[in-house]
């Protein structure tokens, strides 16, 4: 048997294209043709079940192997095996069938996965490496004789008689002198361990050394023999594959150790499986996010049919879970085409949909089941509640009932539940309910402490997404705004009609805000008087809530960009009914009445973080002296 001939394609030479399309990602040569090999073991294995092959199967399993001055990687399968008509079927004939369409299409393609597969071009991605691709095949059929293909990378082939005696097929790859790299045994196993970790059939990669236990030494300590064994580089049933009812805490745990071995724990995970109205399994896990590094070196990965595809799982998953580990399988995506095609398929809408309802219920049974532990994990799970909250409706509907307002005595409360709280007390003149927040517990100590003298709670919203948060609850929440602490004076923060009287005068008023309007040489604020308790401060500093808000969203991008340039602009709120004040308009003496006005403007400043340089300098001296 001996035949020459020429790969039927209706345009120009594709192997240089598939070089030149895919060679930022060649590494994928070795994803392909071990998936390939994992199908014709599992082909015959069912075969062999629905009773069409009677023969031995033997121990199924890929090999792959490389030969260091042959410059050869092999991939050896016992599977189905191929005559020489099939070669010429599948090899020649179907892999190319749209290699036309492709050559439309794809010209501008960027993403190896817009080609490979969904054009039948996964083979032939071995010439992504290789100069020389060499398959040596035998077919499980009976009476089947040996065949060998062998294509130097141009569209002319070989076919002869084959010297392979069992059944499966080698493909031998002759790796070309750029992709020597590919030709060594850390090389090749980083590769295997990132695409075939967890294939259905054992992958094996050269053998291994281990100690095993041998008897006793005369002193009664135990001996060792050195084994060598294969080395199988897969665990063929990963956890996802399993029913939760087969698992304990522990195979979680220790698979979430397997995917990152540097992480800390996790707080609990989600096991997915549904085969209808699409084929989805899975582990999410929810981890301890310490920092950004985090999130971005632990990703979710997506396999398909336990073949490792990609970390970028960005239209599969819904965005505010992409803080989430672990890993998804599903078949019914279609991995192998471009972003624009995934991101309108409804099987991914649909398991993007599944997934949200997934997180939803988990979190809604761990509320339920155990509050106290829930909020144990507020601190770590809260930012994914928000963001959910924030983007996705469906998500907000469920979490309205777990998401949780922590408050600066470090109290939680449900949305419902803070109604209730503060309902009475924070409710203005005009019937709105008033939540007062903090985003920074520590600089804004005192004005907290001004809002509880008045019998108001203050929430704390200083996690990165609650400039956001905080907006959002406005718009979903009846009759309620929020402000934060430091917005205002804590008696004009929730507008009653009960304020209390003034002392002054209206000559006293005019004479006062004269003398701090004197003392301020700062520009950007402006002196207000106000009738408040003897018991608040002399001075405050406010920034109104709107204007901050405005800038802190042109600050992040918000499309604000007009507040963004404006310049600062602060209230200075002196009160008049402070006895400080009294001195003030008490002392005759004009350079006294400043620097006391001056000293308490300072002392607001300060309070606020606003006082720097050389005017902090200023103060401290000046404090010196009046001591």
């Known amino acids: 048997m001996q035949e020459k001939g020429t790969i039927s394609i209706h345009t120009e030479n594709i192997f240089p294209i598939i070089k030149k399309f895919l060679y930022s990602d060649n590494e994928i040569f070795l994803r392909e043709l071990v998936s390939n090999a994992v199908d014709a073991t599992q082909k015959i294995k069912r075969l062999a079940s629905l009773g069409q092959y009677n023969g031995d199967l033997g121990s199924l399993q890929v090999e792959v192997s490389f030969d260091e001055a042959a410059k050869t990687i092999t991939i050896s399968d016992n599977g189905l ?98 992709s020597e790299e590919f030709v060594s045994k850390h090389k090749l196993q980083e590769i295997l361990d990132k695409y075939a970790k967890f294939l259905p059939v054992p992958i094996k990669f050269g053998t291994k050394t281990e100690q095993e236990p041998d008897g006793e030494d005369e002193e009664g300590k135990p001996k060792y023999v050195s084994v060598e064994s294969d080395n199988i580089i897969n665990e063929t049933n990963p956890i996802w594959t399993k029913a939760p009812s087969e698992l304990k805490d522990e195979d979680y745990l220790a698979f979430y150790k397997e995917l990152y071995p540097f992480s800390e724990d996790p707080l609990f995970w989600i096991h997915l499986n549904v085969d209808y109205p699409f084929n989805l399994t899975g582990v999410l896990y929810f981890p301890k996010v310490k920092n950004d590094f985090d999130f971005q070196r632990n990703k979710i990965k997506l396999f398909s049919r336990q073949v490792f595809i990609t970390d970028e799982v960005k239209d599969i998953v819904p965005e505010f879970l992409m803080l989430l580990h672990g890993v998804i399988d599903s078949p019914d995506i279609p991995l192998n085409v471009s972003r624009s095609f995934l991101q309108a398929d409804s099987n991914v809408k649909k398991i993007n949909t599944y997934i949200t309802k997934k997180v939803a219920d988990k979190l809604a049974d761990l509320f339920k089941a155990d509050r106290k532990a829930y909020e144990e994990k507020w601190s770590d799970i809260g930012l994914f509640v928000k963001y959910g909250f924030l983007s996705d409706d469906k998500f907000y509907e469920k979490a309205k009932d777990f998401v949780l307002l922590t408050n600066s005595a470090k109290e939680n409360f449900t949305l419902s539940e803070y109604k209730e709280k503060v309902q009475a007390v924070q409710t203005d003149k005009d019937g709105q309910l008033i939540y007062l927040y903090t985003n920074e517990p520590a600089k804004q100590d005192a004005f907290i402490q001004s809002a509880t003298r008045k019998g108001y709670d203050v929430l704390v919203m200083n996690s990165p997404i609650d400039n956001h948060f905080v907006g959002n609850l406005e718009q979903k929440l009846e009759k309620t705004s929020l402000k934060r602490v430091d917005a205002d004076v804590a008696d004009k923060l929730i507008k009653k009609d009960d304020a209390p009287a003034t002392v002054l005068t209206d000559e006293q008023v005019t004479q006062v805000k004269a003398v701090f309007e004197k003392a301020i040489t700062k520009p950007g604020f ?84 606003l006082l720097t340089g050389s005017e902090l300098t200023e103060f401290v001296n000046r404090s010196v002296s009046l001591i």
């Open 526 to 609: 402006k002196v207000e008087l106000e009738s408040l308790s003897p018991e608040e401060l002399p001075v405050t500093v406010t920034m109104d809530e709107f204007m901050r808000r405005m800038k802190e969203m042109a600050q992040m991008g918000g499309g604000m960009g007009f507040y963004g340039n404006m310049p600062d602009s602060y209230k200075v709120v002196v009160n008049g009914n402070h006895k400080l004040i009294s001195r003030i308009l008490e002392n005759g003496d004009e350079g006294a009445q400043s620097q006391l006005a001056k000293q308490a403007f300072d002392l607001a400043l300060l309070s606020q973080g």
């Open 81 to 178: 095996g191929m005559t020489a008509d099939e070669i010429k079927k599948y090899i020649n004939q179907i892999a190319f069938s749209g290699a036309t369409e492709f050559m439309e299409k794809f010209k501008e393609a960027k993403d190896a996965n817009e080609i490979i597969g969904r054009f039948g071009l996964g083979f032939y991605s071995a010439f992504m490496v290789a100069d020389k691709v060499e398959i040596q095949t035998l077919s499980y059929q009976e009476g089947a004789e040996p065949a060998r293909w062998i294509c130097d990378g141009s569209t002319e082939f070989e076919i002869t008689e084959g010297n392979r005696t069992t059944r499966g097929t080698d493909i031998i790859l002759h790796v070309n002198q750029e």
